[in-house]
C-alpha cells in the first residue's frame, strides 16, 4: 500500500559526462498519479536523467531540485526504481528478493509482509514459484518478479528504465496491463524508445533531445486515451520527429 499519491517537479536538473554537457537546467513537472513516458534518441541522456533523479548518480557537478506537487521536499524513499534487467540475486528465492528490501532496511522479518509479497505473486500467477530460484524462471517471469519487488515498496513514485525491452511483443503486451493496473495510484515515469509504448501506457510525453532540451509531444490529448488510428498518426508522428534529431 501507497501512502497519498505525490507529484514530482524536477528543477536545474543538470549533468556532464567527461566535462561536455549532457543537459543543464532541465525542468519538468508530474500530476499525481500520472504516467510519463521519456522517449529520445540513444545516448541523449534519458536514462542518465531518470538515474539523476533516483539519486543514483552522485559525479560530480551533477544537480537536480526535487519536491513534490506541493512544494515539499522528497526524501530518496520516495522514490522506487525498476531497471531494464531485472537484477535479481540469484542465491534467493523469488519470495526472498522481494522482501529484500525490507532486510536492507532493517526491517525484522514479518509474516504480514510475506503474506503481502505473496498475494502480489498470486496476482502475477506467480504464487508457485515464491521459493524458486530466478534461474528456473523465464524471462518474462523475471521480470513480473522486478515489478513485484518494486511495488512491495511503497514509494509514491516510481522511475522506470525501459523495464519491458527485453521480453518478447505478447510477454510485454501482458506486463503492460499488469503494470498499468498495479501502479495506477502512483506517480511514474518511464524511459523507454518505443513510441508505441509510451502511447499505449502514458498520460504525457516528453522528448529529450541530444542537445539537451526537454519538450513535451502533443499529440491532441492524453495519449493512452487516443483510438487507433489517432495512436497510429501520433506514433509515426514521433517516429518522424525522432529520426530528424
Sequence with gaps: MTSTPLGLTVEEASLAYQGTPLFENLSLTLSPSSWCCLLGRSGCGKSSLLRLIAGLDTSKGAKVRLSDHAGNALPAQAFAWMAQQDALFPWLSVI????????????????????????????????D???????????????????????????????????????????????????????????????????????????????????????????????????LSQRADAEQELITLLGHQ
Design 96 to 127: 526472498e528478493n522481494l522482501l529484500l528490501g525490507d532486510r536492507l532496511q532493517g526491517q525484522s522479518k514479518s509474516s504480514a509482509r510475506r503474506a503481502e509479497a505473496i498475494a502480489l505473486l498470486e496476482t502475477l500467477n506467480l504464487a
Design 129 to 227: 514459484k515464491a521459493e524458486a530460484r530466478p534461474y528456473v524462471l523465464s524471462g518474462g517471469q523475471r521480470q513480473r518478479v522486478a515489478l513485484a519487488r518494486t511495488l512491495m515498496r511503497p514509494s509514491p513514485i516510481v522511475l522506470m528504465d525501459e523495464p519491458f525491452s527485453a521480453v518478447d511483443a505478447i510477454t510485454r503486451y501482458d506486463l503492460h496491463q499488469l503494470a498499468t493496473s498495479l501502479l495506477s495510484d502512483r506517480t511514474v515515469l518511464m524511459v523507454t524508445h518505443d513510441p508505441g509504448e509510451a502511447l499505449h501506457l502514458s498520460d504525457r510525453i516528453l522528448v529529450l533531445s541530444p542537445s539537451g532540451r526537454l519538450a513535451p509531444f502533443d499529440c491532441g490529448g492524453p495519449p493512452k486515451a487516443l483510438s
